[in-house]
């Protein structure tokens, strides 16, 4: 009799146990308390699931830290916490939650470079970016130095575009992003480009493109321009590009480009007075400019002069292009402009 009364009251100790478990782990079952169509809970770098767990309770989204304390005693896979923002929905459950922070499941924040900019105005950008970390203090940084190794200076060698970020990464992940994808769609782009182009490596395709980049704003223009530029290159004429003097200039360009600045045999940039390609990128080259400056249209057009609208007039001889610039350059209207940046 003993015996059997010692049995009911093992079995009635187990069931007890399993209902107390049972309704200890339906606590990760219930639904978050949010009164907003959605809410975003931020885990920060070095918090654990304790910490996340007893924020949960302060801004009101369980009713118990110490319940689910517990519960998550009773798991079977432990859990860890990633830090990130992370976005609620109604109807989610804690344990829902907690899975998809297990599993870094974090919100992303668009930030978009794009083509034609310069890395001063690329770091900006991310320095103005609400979710990014700033730890860099300028173009010169060391830590960007060494990323563009064997290379010395970095303009050009970022690729524009729109990048993912989550809260907590820094201008230095995104730089890295971008400094990776520039070398893979050159890399790409050099091994896909048409013969006998003036070029010696890809870092001069570079410099062109970036020059490209900036001579328009209309896609379609790209390997025409890219052409008038390579046949200047091969025929040992000056590219004789605005935009490389003004780069040259920096700070000191007011907006206004003077023929004093043309004869400025001090700027190195200065394509009206050098031969050849400027000494490195004048802004940061898109990959559809780097795909023209490595295969640009065939044909004998050697001039090109803006119309005002961003696009651009083509010639083959000087006395056309003469002609052209009087009829868009010299009779111009106030609201011209050579590109639409």
């Known amino acids: 009799m003993r015996k059997w009364l010692l049995a009911g009251l093992g079995l009635l100790l187990m069931v007890g146990v399993s209902t107390l478990i049972y309704g200890v782990s339906a606590e990760l079952d219930r639904d978050l308390s949010i009164t907003e169509k959605s809410y975003r809970f931020k885990v920060n770098e070095g918090d654990g699931l304790i910490r996340v767990v007893n924020a949960f309770e302060s801004q009101g989204l369980i009713r118990s830290a110490d319940w689910v304390r517990l519960a998550l005693q009773f798991e079977v896979h432990s859990l860890v916490v990633k830090p990130g923002d992370y976005q609620i929905e109604p109807g989610e459950s804690i344990r829902q939650l907690l899975k998809r922070m297990d599993a870094g499941d974090v919100v992303v924040y668009p930030v978009t470079i794009p083509e034609g900019v310069t890395l001063d105005w690329m770091l900006a950008r991310l320095w103005d970016h609400p979710q990014l970390a700033r730890v860099l203090e300028g173009p010169r940084d060391e830590r960007i130095l060494s990323l563009i190794t064997p290379y010395s200076a970095p303009e050009g060698l970022f690729l524009p575009e729109t990048y993912l970020v989550q809260a907590g990464d820094t201008d230095l992940s995104v730089l890295e992003r971008a400094r990776n994808a520039m070398r893979e769609t050159l890399s790409r782009a050099w091994l896909n480009r048409a013969e006998n182009l003036p070029f010696n490596n890809a870092y001069e395709a570079l410099i062109l493109a970036s020059i490209i980049e900036k001579e328009t704003g209309v896609a379609r223009e790209r390997p025409d321009i890219a052409g008038v530029f390579t046949r200047r290159l091969q025929r040992g004429m000056r590219l004789q590009t ?86 868009y350059q010299l009779q111009r209207k106030k609201d011209y402009r050579s590109s639409p940046r």
């Open 242 to 327: 605005d935009p490389t003097i003004i780069y040259g200039l920096g700070d000191d360009f007011d907006g206004n480009l003077k023929r004093r600045h043309l004869r400025d045999d001090k700027n190195p940039y200065n394509t009206y007075r050098i031969s050849g390609l400027p000494p490195t990128p004048i802004a940061l080259p898109g990959e559809a400019a780097i795909s023209a400056a490595l295969n640009p249209s065939p044909g004998s057009v050697l001039y090109f002069v803006a119309k005002g609208d961003g696009s651009h007039v083509f010639s083959e001889t000087l006395s056309e292009h003469e002609k052209n610039v009087r009829r």
